[in-house]
């Protein structure tokens, strides 16, 4: 004879059956540290060389905010907000760190562009604007759309590069007179998409929920 018995996990004394007592510690951990490190991927990304590590660390933050709202505590709607929040993090973050450090931080170089046109990119259908300038030291340089070469400028235009005080980052490139400022609208989604990742999964952890597992005995 076989008989089945419902064994329901209970993490709260006196709970609620599926509702396990909230552990608010663990849960803002995850809702602070997830959303963190989708912003550490995007300025990896930033940096020579550093694209495909910010894609994959940002692929790996996004799974693992699914796995733990969706997976483990059992909060669907909670995995899907913060996982594409996360995901859209890194687009946002690492542009608008960029930006904000260079013109901040960086100091400020005299260049007259020489020519602008295009290169190829990863994909073969994907061309890159890119700008060749001389400096006022007669040094010459591309400067990629990745630094703000966008085809806005002309052959002839006179430019400011915002050179990377630490020698890490690609010149940022602004028209003359270009002045120092911040990406209002950058950082502006970054906190927004920080904000519904981070609430998203701090109330699924503080409303996590375990499932009943099946036990089975034979007589």
């Excluded at 912003?39 to 940002?58: C, I």
């Excluded at 235009?157 to 980052?169: I, N």
């Excluded at 950082?187 to 099946?214: E, I, M």
Aim: proline share 4%.
């Amino acid at each position: 004879m076989h008989e089945v018995t419902s064994v329901a996990r209970e993490a709260g004394a006196g709970g609620g059956g599926e509702r396990a007592r909230r552990p608010t510690g663990s849960s803002l951990v995850w809702a602070v540290g997830l959303p963190v490190a989708g912003v550490l991927a995007g300025v990896v990304a930033q940096y020579p060389y550093g694209m495909w590590v910010g894609v994959v660390l940002g692929l790996a933050v996004a799974a693992t905010t699914a796995v733990v709202a969706g997976g483990v505590w059992h909060r669907a709607w909670a995995a899907t907000f913060a996982s594409f929040a996360v995901l859209a993090l890194p687009f946002f973050a690492g542009p608008a760190f960029y930006a904000t450090y260079a013109q901040q931080a960086g100091e400020r170089v005299p260049a007259v562009i020489t020519g602008t046109g295009e290169r190829q990119g990863v994909k073969k259908s994907a061309k890159l604007s890119v700008c060749r300038v001389v400096e006022a030291s007669g040094a010459v340089r591309e400067v990629s759309e990745q630094s703000n070469c966008q085809g806005q400028f002309a052959a002839g235009e006179r430019v400011v590069l915002f050179e990377d005080p630490l020698g890490a980052l690609d010149p940022w490139i602004e028209a003359e007179p270009g002045e120092r400022g911040v990406d209002t609208v950058g950082l502006g989604v970054t906190a927004g998409l920080f904000l519904v990742a981070g609430s998203a999964l701090f109330c699924a952890g503080q409303r996590r929920r375990s499932v009943g597992v099946g036990t089975y005995s034979r007589r």
